[in-house]
């Protein structure tokens, strides 16, 4: 620790990592501090010690499923396929169960999920999802942008055309009078829902209807929704690979909570949620700054449960055992419903559950005849239930004899969350309540969302443009800003591999 040190990154998640490798490899001496004992954040990949459970079987602590993180410019630059990381895309991206064996099917193939829907809604599907997934770079581009720049392709009459579509496409499933339009069964707009859910926020809402869309789109473009081989650690591992093989290293069991536990470096890089930064600078933010970051509102949460199961979940629609991704949450007024809850301080009676089956993509997931099934529920900020019947129940509800091939699980309550990574604040996973103003504004509305107002101090976090998500933009969009105005790089490093 007694190395000078150019810029040191608080946090050692996706973004953070993203911003260390960037800085790194413009010739700094950089240093993460990270507070667990354990690199990687909201992208882990560990053994638990759950009962029933065999060794080897290992479980995704947060982030399982990677469209973005295919999708994202910054990992295309860093090219994760060259350093070993295998994006495995399931056929069917994502799969809603419903009632007596019914099910949404979104396969990563455009044409067979608009086969699969029942009368005129496939070809509602394709008018809605078809030009968004074929102008996937256009989506990315405004999506996963820095929120407060134009990037140049969206200048091109086809970029702006997909804009266009995009916004259209927003306001409609935005909003109560027009969602309930395009769509005339339970499947199709069940589909769309699960995926919109994914922002647990009130149903529906311009947020979730620009999180489902972005999500959609990516489900049917080249990469779909991949989970990587062996699981999300793999692209931690990558990450500080790159970061090592350029001079950087990563001091685990660090927390920061004072300036004293800060070593001294021209930039300071904050992968945490905004909070911290306030307490760590409380005596130097001018008013307004600290205004403004206390003005930052965390969101409703989720309670993550992992379950080890003897075999597949039997489902009853035996193509939703394809799905990397199942959404288990009923029909579009259903899931609203249980949303609604959420957001009004209750728990839902049928919460919005996600699960996610890594052997269906990654055989050697399942190890001696045991299996992981990462699941989480969505439920008010700060609970303390313990989820894993809600869950158990769901599932068992479009899968009869669930219960039977469950052998071990683990709940971590909402209220838990944060002594695993204290980011996820009342056990908010998207690092700030998805709203309108917060995707657009977060974490404040200042010209410079990474600038927190103070010199050579920045936040990179996921409660940065553009929001939650493992794609290291963050972090990468943040790291650019310091090299230019703390050290005159204008010219970004490469990440390519050497
Ligand atoms: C249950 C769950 C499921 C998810 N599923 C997905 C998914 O399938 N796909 C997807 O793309 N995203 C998913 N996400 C979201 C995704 O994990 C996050 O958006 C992403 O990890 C954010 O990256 P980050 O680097 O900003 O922060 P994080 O990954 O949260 O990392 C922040 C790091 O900073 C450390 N830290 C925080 N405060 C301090 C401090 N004061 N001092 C030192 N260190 C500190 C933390 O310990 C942590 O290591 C999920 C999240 C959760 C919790």
Not at 65 to 84: C, K, N, Q, T, Y
Not at 95 to 100: K, W
Not at 361 to 377: H, Q, S
């Amino acid at each position: 620790m007694n190395r000078e040190l150019d810029a040191v990154v608080v946090g050692s998640g996706p973004n953070g990592l993203a911003a260390a490798v960037t800085l790194a490899r413009a010739g700094l001496a950089v240093q993460v501090l990270e507070a667990q004992e354990t690199i990687g954040g909201g992208a882990r990949t560990l053994g638990l010690d759950l009962a029933g459970s065999a060794e080897g079987v290992v479980h995704d602590l947060c982030s399982a499923v990677h469209p973005m993180a295919w999708a994202s410019p910054f990992f295309e630059a860093f090219d994760l396929g060259s350093r070993g990381v295998e994006l495995l895309a399931p056929d069917v991206s994502y799969a809603q169960p419903l009632d007596g064996g019914r099910a949404g099917i979104a396969y990563h193939d455009l044409d067979r999920t608009v086969d699969r829907l029942p009368g005129a809604d496939g070809a509602a599907w394709r008018s809605l999802l078809g030009p968004l997934s074929a102008g996937w770079q256009d989506v990315v581009a405004l999506a996963l942008g820095d929120k407060r720049t134009v990037p140049h392709r969206l200048l091109r009459p086809a970029g702006a055309a997909t804009v266009a579509r995009f916004a259209a496409a927003v306001l409609e499933q935005g909003s109560a009078a027009a969602w309930g339009r395009r769509f005339a069964s339970d499947e199709a707009s069940a589909l769309l829902t699960g995926v919109a859910a994914h922002a647990i926020t009130p149903l529906p809402s311009l947020a979730g209807a620009g999180t489902a869309l972005l999500l959609a789109s990516l489900a049917h473009a080249p990469g779909g929704w991949p989970l990587p081989r062996g699981g999300s650690g793999s692209i931690v591992a990558a990450l500080v690979e790159d970061l090592r093989a350029h001079g950087g290293e990563v001091v685990t069991g660090h927390p920061v909570r004072t300036r004293a536990d800060l070593p001294p470096a021209r930039a300071h890089v904050f992968d945490t949620a905004p909070g911290v930064v306030a307490d760590v600078y409380a005596d130097r933010l001018a008013t307004g700054a600290a205004r403004a970051l206390g003005r930052f509102r965390h969101g409703d949460a989720a309670a993550k449960v992992d379950l080890v199961l003897s075999g597949p979940v039997p489902w009853a629609e035996p193509e939703v055992g394809r799905a990397g991704t199942v959404h288990v949450g009923g029909t579009r007024a259903e899931m609203s419903r249980a949303e609604s809850e959420v957001a009004a301080g209750r728990h839902a009676e049928r919460p919005m559950v996600l699960a996610s089956d890594p052997s269906v993509v990654d055989p050697a997931r399942a190890v001696g005849g045991l299996r992981p099934l990462w699941t989480y529920a969505h439920v008010p900020a700060g609970s303390t239930r313990d989820v894993t019947e809600d869950v158990v129940a769901q599932i068992e509800r479009f899968a009869p004899g669930f219960r039977d091939v469950v052998v071990g699980s683990r709940c971590v309550p909402a209220a838990q969350m944060s002594r695993h990574d204290e980011s996820y604040v009342g056990g908010d996973i998207a690092g700030g309540a998805v709203t309108m103003w917060q995707m657009v504004a977060r974490p404040t509305p200042r010209p410079d969302p990474y600038a927190v107002g103070l010199e050579g101090v920045y936040l990179c976090s996921a409660s940065t443009p553009p929001g939650p998500g493992v794609h290291g933009l963050g972090g990468w969009y943040a790291a650019r800003r310091v090299l230019r105005r703390e050290f005159d790089v204008r010219e970004p490093p490469s990440l390519a591999p050497r």
